[in-house]
Structures are given as C-alpha cells and as structure tokens.
C-alpha cells in the first residue's frame, strides 16, 4: 500500500506543481485581490522589523494591517533578496506567490491524507484519496489563490492540517498508556489552532471543533480505563478535562500575544470593532438593497452567482465576475458559451459535494449508533468545518457585500474530501476507478478554461 500511496501523492504534487506555476505566472501583475495591500505588509515587516497598525481603509501603511501575521513572516525570509530594491518588486511578488503556491501543496497533501484517513480500511481508500487531493489541486479558486501574494493559502493550508489532526486523533485506537497519549494530544491540537489563527482570525472555529473532539475521544479513554486497568476506581471529572485544559494552554502559548495585542491596540482581541469602522466605506448590502432597488431573493441571487463564478474561476476575479455578470444579463458577454461549459461542471461538483455531506451523516450517524462517538466525529468534522466556514460567510456578508468564493477556503480540504465521497456514490464498487477519471477529466477542463480565458484579464 506504501508504494501506491507515494505515487498517487507523486502525481498530485507534481499537477499541483504544474497547474499553480501556469496561473502565477498568467495573472498579471497586483491583479490578485488585495495583493499591493498584502505585498505592502511584507515591505513594512522588511524595512521596519514590527508589524503594521491597522488604520482603516486608505490609511496607514496598509488597510491589511489587521492580518495576523504568520503568512508575512513566512514569506519575509525567501522575499528579502528580492525586496531590497524598488526595481526587483516584481520579482518579488512572484516568489511571494510561489510560497502561497507551496502553503497551497500543503492543503493537497491534507486532502489526500484526511480521506485516505477517513476511508481506513475499505477497498475505495486510494482512489477517493486521489479524488480528493485531485479536487484540492485543480478547482480555479485554489489555483488563483496560489497565484496571489495574500494570507488566504497560509489560512486553508493551516486549517486543512488541523482538520486532518483531529480526524487521526479521533480514529486513533488507544494504547495502554492512552491517558498520557490523551494529554499530548491536548498539546498537539492547541499549538495547530494557534498556528490556524495566526494565519487568519477566522480560523478561531476551528477551536470549538477542537475541544470537541478532545472531549469525546477522552471520554472513551477513560471508559477503558475504567474497563481494563482500574475497573474498582471511579476516575475523577477534572482527569477528563486535562486534555482540553492543555489544547487551551498552548493555544495561548502559541497565539495568545496576537490576542492581547489586538486588545491592547484595537480594544477587542479580534479587531472585530476597528475592522468595520475601518471598512465602513466599503460596499454593503444597504447599496444594492436600498439605492439600487433589488429585492432581497434577487440580491440573494446575484451573491450565490457572484459566488459561484469566484469559486468555478468564471472571469477570474470578482471584481471581474460582478461586471462579467452584469455582461451576461445584458447579453453582451463573448464568451458566455464557455461560462455555460463551466457553470456546468459547477453544477455537477456542487452536486458531488452534496451527496458527499449525505454520505459523511449516514457513516456518522451509523458510528454513533454503534457506540464510536470518537468515530462518528471524525466522519462529521469536515461537514462541521465547511457549515462554521459558511455560517462566517453569510455573517461577513450581513456588513459587506464580498461574494467571493476564497473566504471558503479554509474549508477547501473538507470540500474537496466530501467531493470524493459523493462522486464515488455514482459508481459502484469496481469502477472506482473510473471516478477517478471522469472527476480529474472535469477538473482538468475546467481549470484548463479558466486558464485560457480569464487568467490573464487585465486590470
């Protein structure tokens, strides 16, 4: 299983590798979102050595000041040869988008390992892994956001590598010593949250999923316990509660500075308030709601389409898919055929992940029956993590009008492993294979498009 195994994650690295250097290299120049406001962090961590302070749109040294900052100190050390001249920016922020294309193989390789992890065991394990990391690697909104200078790859990539944490830890079989390997596990889990949020604040949802999952792999640690090594002796609550004790200790050890900065600086832990006052400029629901007149399903409408355009890759930025939608409302878009080849293949993937989050509650709920609580999370915690990545977008877009397909991204790796479970349901056992195919086949033609088409529109 080894071999096969290394080759599979062989031939994603390499297409990833392959796909993401054509992208970065078409996207013209600071035509990314924010890439000038995200490159300008970078300059102000190299010439002044301290992070930037938020001032608000159009203020300050950068209006993405707010970022936490492990993505700018990453990147800092492989730019700075390249930073030091005005003349060499250019290349600079072309290797700055090469280190979002490596965070973006990280989100592969979790892919691959978190259904690989998933599907233990079955016959269907290697080709649904392939599936899977296949997904991570050719959907446009992953390709384009490795063609950009910004903290969204770093965000998917330390989001996905917590994901596939919890799920090991959860499908782990305890060993004898499983209290002290509970205790690590605390360890271990807060240090990946902490680093999640470093890379974006958002990530802060993956900490409730984490003390979940510690909570419920603990409590069958201890049943054992109970069962096999000290049956006469009723363990005490507060033994339970150590490991999440932990996971909060050295989440704070790891991010917590970044907390208490924010409230020393903004006033609130998460510069929630700054952000919107600093933002509040910005184009809201309000505009289209009230100036514009649309109601509220056809507002409702226009951001599900915008969305799913920024997602597919459809016009290649959302700032172009908002005009591109307007095009095709006035039938004056010339390549309307190819937005309906890839609205197809859209539609086919949306349907794919949905039958995916069918498939992960019918094996979580059959594990919860069956008494495998640990289980039975594990199966739900991709569905958990894309419904709390949702439910932050629907509240984001409450204040702003920012239809945009990446603030998914920390979700990409779950995506992309309820994409290989709902497509494998189309086929049966033997023609696994074949899944394998016609999904890579689909992805390859749509990324292939957006790459001719819209990749390289100007600004």
Known sequence: MRQPIFWAVTVLLALHALGSSAYLLRFPAWR???EGAHFAY??????????????????????????????????????????????????????????SALWGALIVLCAFGLTLRLQSGLPTALPAALLSGGFATLLPMHLLVCASVGNDATAGATSSATLLWLCFFCTYHPSPVANRQSLRWGLATGVFCGAALLAKSSNLILLPLALLALLTTQKKVVAE??????????????????????????????????????????????AMKAFLEGFATSPKPSY??????????????????????TWLGIFGEPNEAVKGLGRLAQGEEPTAGWVMVCSFIGIALLTALALGGLETCRRSWQALRGGEGRIALAHALPLLLLLLVFLEFVQFNRHFFQAQARYFYPAHAAMAHLFALGLLRFVPEKKAWWAVGIGFASLAVLAAIVWWQWASLPS
């Open 32 to 34: 990314a979102p924010d």
């Open 42 to 99: 970078i300059l102000y961590l190299f010439r002044t050595g301290a992070l930037p302070v938020f001032q608000g749109m159009g203020k300050g040294t950068t209006y993405e000041a707010h970022q936490p900052p492990l993505y700018y100190l990453t990147a800092l050390p492989i730019a700075a040869p390249w930073l030091r001249s005005e003349s060499k920016h250019i290349t600079a922020m072309f290797v700055l988008r090469v280190v």
């Open 225 to 270: 316990s109970r069962s096999k090594r000290k049956p006469h002796k009723k363990p005490m609550a507060s033994h339970r509660l150590l490991p999440t004790a932990f996971c909060l200790l050295t989440f704070i050890l790891t991010a917590g500075w970044w907390l208490v900065r924010n409230r020393v600086l903004y006033g609130d832990p998460l």
């Open 288 to 309: 289209f709601l009230d100036k514009l007149g649309l109601s509220i399903p056809t507002y409702l409408v226009m951001v599900a389409q915008v969305t799913l355009f």
